[in-house]
């Protein structure tokens, strides 16, 4: 079973502060999703990433592959409360199959 | 709207009873999973149909049994419900895209999912 592991588990955050979560793995992928998951909702795409060292910019998130595509960041700058949220990645291991990491819970508070 | 809408929302329960969640999407998608994401907010998957045949079963009890009627709808039923079984479930579709030498689904439309709690 591959397993991904998430970083932190549980982030709690004043607005304005910047942070960093991670997505790691000891496989190599072909490519990786982040989603973004709010309270009583199902998760919702915000980025896919392809290529090792990529970097893709939404607003004030960044996220980045690993350039040996095992691993993943995902930088929030000047961070708001409509930020607040669980963080999912989950790779493409196959067709017809995404797992998901263990996930971080953002908080940020106003 | 174009959607992955199921239901019901909330489904309370008594051990030993029997239940089905339904779920439908309308963005066309051929490829439609149930995922059971439990109180850690782990997100696993349960089974993954595409074109209504069953693709991925990923060791789930048997008693658990998804039905395709049609590549929009993807229904779960639930025999003799355990206290175990109390999670969040979530419906999510997406589509297959073929290149010249491999196939991959694009990323996962997700339902609101349904809390069921077994009681």
């Known amino acids: 079973t591959q397993l991904l592991e998430q970083s932190p588990q549980f982030l709690s955050i004043q607005e304005g502060e910047n942070l960093t979560v991670y997505c790691n793995s000891s496989?190599?992928?072909?490519?990786l999703q982040w989603y973004r998951q709010e309270p009583g909702e199902g998760p919702v795409l915000l980025v896919t990433v392809v290529t090792g060292g990529e970097v893709k910019k939404l607003k004030r998130l960044t996220f980045q592959f690993g350039d040996a595509r095992k691993d993943s960041s995902l930088h929030i700058t000047a961070a708001q409360p409509g930020d607040t949220g669980l963080y999912l990645c989950s790779p493409r291991t196959g067709t017809y199959k995404y797992i998901f990491g263990t996930g971080t819970r953002l908080k940020v508070l106003a | 709207d174009t959607a992955v809408s199921q239901t019901p929302k909330y489904l309370v329960t008594q051990m030993g009873n029997d239940k089905s969640i339904k779920c439908e999407q309308n963005?066309?998608?051929?490829?439609m999973y149930w995922y059971k994401q439990d109180s850690k907010k782990f997100l696993k998957i349960m089974f993954s149909y595409n074109n209504k045949e069953l693709i991925i079963n990923e060791t789930v009890p048997n008693r658990f049994s998804p039905k395709s009627p049609d590549k929009a709808h993807l229904n779960l039923h639930i025999n003799s419900l355990e206290l175990g079984d109390s999670a969040v479930y979530f419906c999510?579709?997406?589509?297959?895209?073929?290149?010249?030498?491999?196939?991959?689904?694009?990323?996962?439309?997700f339902g609101n999912g349904t809390r069921l709690t077994v009681t």
């Open positions: 999510a579709s997406s589509q297959t895209a073929y290149s010249r030498s491999s196939s991959y689904n694009s990323p996962l439309h």
């Open positions: 496989s190599v992928f072909s490519s």
């Open positions: 963005l066309g998608h051929d490829t």
